[in-house]
């Protein structure tokens, strides 16, 4: 089976390399005999094209995102080839054209897993099978619950290009914190003078941060503490983000529009005086999440594929 994987891989960020290890994972575990390729120029000899996981079709960062894979879904499908959308977080689509061209070439798919009811939501004029789950970060995670009670202190993350949060509350942020968690080399610029650690570091390290708490605006450090136990306070600055938190219990800011630095100290401190009640909640809720990640492999089966 030679399978053409097409992704935002390669690219410096540290969530998507990480769905890229689980991606491959789902596939090598599936098939026994697969070679997959990440050159454009393999699709000619591909038997399958799957889309990675992620939120590769959007267009709020860039429109020539949504048209590049549009484009190669597209001509996947003119090559009569088996087209699958792997754990997508689809949208935000700004546009009616937009969003009537992207479920033209979604319609084109074989099946369409998604991993939050708003990407199933969009689909569902779509005449394919859709499968909703979770982010493929979950996707056979190893959760660690033998932890010890606070015990390296609060860490932060911050995404590169973050306008909702000005300069005092991210001072403020950085003022509380003990260490900062980059997912990009972007985010690191934001650290100011704490310890900090890459996303990527922490899968090669034993896990050996284990922080009493973390707040974070990205989606995969809140994957990563959710898995390590630790309880988080999501800065939503998209719907993916808040989905995760109210799912696994967690506190969440919506900092889609610009909040103060009060309102941001307000939510830290409730989060801080809460962090036992979060940290119960993952343990109750988080198991849940990881077991349904499961559901990605169905869409490999020969009931959607034959």
């Not at 000899?45 to 960062?61: E, H, P, R, S």
Request: with cysteine; proline share 2%.
């Amino acid at each position: 089976m030679k399978i053409l994987l097409v992704g935002y891989y390669l690219r410096g960020n540290d969530g998507d390399e990480w769905l890229f290890r689980k991606t491959k994972l789902l596939l090598t575990s599936h098939f026994s005999d697969v070679r997959i390729s990440l050159s454009k120029f393999s699709i000619f000899k591909a038997d399958m094209i799957v889309f990675g996981a992620g939120g590769l079709l959007q267009n709020t960062t860039s429109m020539r995102s949504l048209v590049y894979y549009l484009f190669w879904a597209f001509l996947a499908n003119f090559l009569h080839k088996k087209v699958i959308w792997l754990g997508q977080g689809i949208g935000p689509i700004k546009g009616v054209f937009s969003r009537f061209i992207s479920r033209k070439i979604l319609s084109l798919a074989h099946v369409i897993s998604v991993r939050d009811p708003a990407s199933k939501l969009f689909c569902t004029r779509i005449d394919v099978p859709v499968v909703e789950s979770v982010d493929l970060a979950f996707y056979r995670a190893k959760i660690v619950t033998n932890t010890h009670e606070a015990h390296q202190g609060l860490y932060i993350n911050v995404r590169g290009h973050s306008p909702a949060l000005d300069e005092s509350s991210l001072s403020y942020l950085r003022s509380v914190a003990d260490g900062f968690i980059g997912a990009t080399k972007e985010d690191l610029s934001f650290s100011g003078d704490l310890e900090s650690y890459r996303l990527k570091d922490l899968f090669t390290e034993e896990r050996s941060l284990h922080p009493s708490g973390v707040v974070s605006m990205r989606f995969h450090v809140c994957a990563w503490a959710a898995v390590n136990s630790i309880p988080f306070l999501a800065l939503v600055y998209d719907e993916k983000v808040k989905h995760l938190a109210k799912k696994l219990g967690q506190s969440y800011l919506d900092v889609r529009q610009r909040v103060s630095a009060v309102e941001v100290q307000e939510a830290v401190e409730k989060f801080q005086s809460m962090r036992d009640e979060y940290r119960h909640q993952l343990r109750v809720n988080i198991e849940s999440v990881v077991t349904a990640a499961d559901g990605h492999e169905g869409v490999f089966g020969s009931r959607y594929l034959l």
